[in-house]
């Protein structure tokens, strides 16, 4: 069974990099016919797909943050990562890394790691 | 971007009663070359992940009851749970995966009466 794990530092300072990691396990993250994605839900508020990642490093981002955001695979470790850069106290969030499945769609997203809480505040 | 819209923003139903959950896109999410449904609906309860209820908008994930259905074409979306059970309170989301940017609904809050 796949499963995934974010880690990374839980406060960030404004103006600063926000670095995450998403562990995955039970599957190769080198596979094809899969996306790996990070998204965020701000607190009280909906999901933000922030963007994905696949096979061979490709990536797709969300046009809002396109300018501030890399993602990247580290098929060594069965990684992938999350950069955010100049953060400010709107990026505060959960974020969290997801999968989604061939038999149901690019986007539509079955497995989820556990999320982390990433503030923002000096 | 589609915007997605659910309604209501909160739901309180009593346990055994259908909860009613309704969700529309800006733009239609039906794919006409395979017609299906870009629209997913989520489960997130306290402290954990969403979790996938219903993909191509009516199709049961695995494992998840039959009292949750999912019905719906083009830009109007709902999630029937039928038989509400105390285990169902947690805050429901649609999504599209029509047209990238992705995008969710505000998510709808379901409590017990």
């Known amino acids: 069974q796949v499963q995934l794990q974010e880690s990374g530092p839980g406060l960030v300072k404004p103006s600063q990099t926000l670095s995450l990691t998403c562990t995955v396990s039970?599957?190769?993250?080198?596979?094809?016919?899969?996306?790996y994605s990070w998204i965020r839900r701000h607190p009280g508020r909906g999901l933000e797909w922030i963007g994905y990642?696949?096979?061979?490093?490709?990536?797709q981002y969300n046009p809002s943050l396109k300018s501030r955001v890399t993602i990247s695979l580290d098929t060594s470790k069965n990684q992938f990562s999350l950069e955010m850069r100049s953060v400010t106290a709107a990026d505060t969030a959960v974020y969290f890394c997801?999968?989604?499945?061939?038999?149901?769609?690019?986007?539509?997203?079955?497995?989820w790691g556990q999320g982390t809480l990433v503030t923002v505040s000096s | 971007d589609i915007v997605m819209t659910q309604s209501p923003d909160s739901l309180a139903v009593s346990l055994g009663e259908r909860a009613t959950i309704s969700c529309k896109s800006s733009?239609?999410?039906?794919?006409?070359?395979?017609?299906?449904?870009?629209l997913v609906w989520y489960q997130q309860k306290p402290g954990q992940p969403p979790k996938q209820l219903i993909y191509?908008?009516?199709t049961r994930e695995s494992g998840v009851p039959d009292r949750f259905s999912g019905s719906g074409s083009g830009t109007d979306f709902t999630l029937t749970i039928s038989g509400l059970q105390a285990e169902d309170v947690a805050v429901y989301f649609c999504?599209?995966?029509?047209?990238?940017?992705?995008?969710f609904g505000q998510g709808t809050n379901l409590e017990i009466k």
């Open positions: 191509w908008a009516s």
């Open positions: 999504q599209q995966h029509f047209d990238r940017p992705f995008t």
């Open positions: 990642i696949y096979y061979g490093g490709n990536t």
């Open positions: 039970g599957a190769s993250i080198s596979r094809r016919g899969y996306h």
């Open positions: 997801a999968r989604d499945d061939d038999s149901s769609g690019i986007g539509s997203f079955d497995c």
């Open positions: 733009q239609s999410i039906l794919n006409s070359s395979n017609n299906k449904n870009y």
